[in-house]
Structures are given as structure tokens and as C-alpha cells.
């Protein structure tokens, strides 16, 4: 089995601030984590991924996230947040082993204000 | 520039008709998947192909969904009888992907479906 949470369903933060986008997954394996950001009326666009190695992980436009095994947690984050940034995130998972295709959250969307 | 695309953009269609999407994913990419997105439901998996292959539809309400590949080049999901509230957008998504690896989906701009 496979699932994955996006506690929140919105989160604002100021322009030059940091921010975080939180997930929380959960897999009977090893985890492959991602990271898809969605622009209004547009496709999913892929940011990171996690699949092993460095715990932390840089993506495109600035993102990184952190992959917490112990807290089975991978948090979406960006030191300066920038308005443009404005857009709906999606974390998904899928186990490493088996046929299974990813599991999105229900996405968190990030509103930037200037 | 490499992308998948998608077609209709948009479709307007009454209750009853058939409604048919296609999608043309990105040129060697071994695996296509079909996701409806609503504002209710969020981001939904309805089918998963692999190598042309089904290998997931239980996301599908299969009695008047389906889901095919005639070619590695098109992808088809089709409505038939269609009703209200089978309206959302609908995402093609490939990816290239070997064993069991966690590949990168590349999505398609989705097609606006409203059943009235």
C-alpha cells in the first residue's frame, strides 16, 4: 500500500521569505518521492524527485526538499519565496519495488504575497 | 522541445455522447497515464500503460470508461455514455521507465471536458 498527505490545503507566506510545503507519505518499501508544481490552467510540471542517496535534494526553480525517513516525511521547501512561485504543489509517492505508478497528494496551494 | 500533447483542448458535450481524448506522448517514453483532476476529488489515476500494456485501471469506472493504445504514439480514453458528472480536466502523463525505477512523469495540458 501506498499514500501520501498534504496537511495543508493553502499556505501564504510573504515575497523574500522562506517557506514549506509539508508531506508525509506512507509505503510498505522504499519510498520514490516527488514533487510537481501546477500552474492555473496548465499540466503538472515535475520539480524533484527523491529516489536514494542525499537526503536532500535540489530541483528546478530554486526548490529542494528533505527526505525524513524517521519522520517518513519529504517537506518542499525555497529559502526566498518569490511571487511567481504562486501555484499548486503536489506531492507523490510509489513504492520501489512492483508495478505501482505514483500516488498524488491532494496538493497544497502556495500563495505568495508581493 | 519535446512535450506530450493533448486532444481536444476543450470539449463541450450533452449527456449521452461519446466523448473521445487523445493524447500523443513524448516520442520513446515506455509508460502513459491517464488522471483526472477535480476541484472535489483532486488528482485521480484512472489508467496506467506500460509498454502499451495495461498494467492499472482499477481507477477507471469500467463500464463506460476505456483506456487504450493502438500505437507507442497514441493514447485513447474514451467516455461512452458520457454524463455531468464525468466533467474535469483530463491529464496524459509519459514517462521512460526501466524495472522498477521511480521515472519522472511529463504531462500533457489536459483536456476540459463539460457534460451537460
Known amino acids: 500500500a501506498q499514500s501520501v498527505a498534504q496537511p495543508e490545503d493553502q499556505v501564504n507566506v510573504a515575497e523574500g521569505n522562506p517557506l514549506t510545503v509539508k508531506c508525509t507519505y506512507s509505503v510498505s518499501g522504499n519510498p520514490y518521492l516527488f514533487w510537481y508544481v501546477q500552474y492555473p490552467n496548465r499540466g503538472l510540471q515535475f520539480l524533484l524527485k527523491?529516489?536514494?542517496?542525499?537526503?536532500l535534494v535540489k530541483g528546478s526553480y530554486g526548490f529542494e526538499a528533505e527526505f525524513n525517513k524517521s519522520q517518513t516525511s519529504f517537506h518542499l521547501k525555497k529559502p526566498s519565496a518569490l511571487v511567481s512561485d504562486s501555484a499548486l504543489y503536489f506531492c507523490a509517492v510509489k513504492v520501489d519495488t512492483g508495478r505501482r505508478a505514483l500516488t498524488f497528494g491532494s496538493g497544497t496551494r502556495l500563495q505568495v504575497q508581493p | 522541445d519535446a512535450r506530450v500533447t493533448q486532444t481536444p483542448r476543450h470539449k463541450v458535450t450533452e449527456m449521452g455522447q461519446e466523448v473521445t481524448m487523445r493524447c500523443q506522448p513524448i516520442?520513446?517514453?515506455?509508460?502513459v497515464f491517464w488522471y483526472r483532476q477535480t476541484m472535489m476529488q483532486g488528482l485521480e489515476l484512472l489508467a496506467y500503460?506500460?509498454?502499451?500494456?495495461?498494467?492499472?485501471d482499477s481507477g477507471m469506472p469500467k463500464d463506460r470508461f476505456s483506456a487504450e493504445m493502438p500505437d507507442a504514439t497514441l493514447a485513447t480514453l474514451k467516455i461512452q455514455p458520457s454524463e455531468p458528472r464525468d466533467s474535469a480536466v483530463y491529464f496524459c502523463?509519459?514517462?521512460?521507465?526501466?524495472?522498477?525505477?521511480?521515472?519522472?512523469?511529463?504531462f500533457g495540458p489536459g483536456t476540459r471536458l463539460t457534460v451537460l
Open positions: 500503460f506500460r509498454n502499451r500494456a495495461p498494467l492499472d
Open positions: 502523463a509519459s514517462g521512460l521507465t526501466t524495472g522498477t525505477s521511480g521515472s519522472s512523469q511529463f
Open positions: 516520442l520513446g517514453h515506455n509508460t
Open positions: 527523491y529516489i536514494t542517496g542525499d537526503n
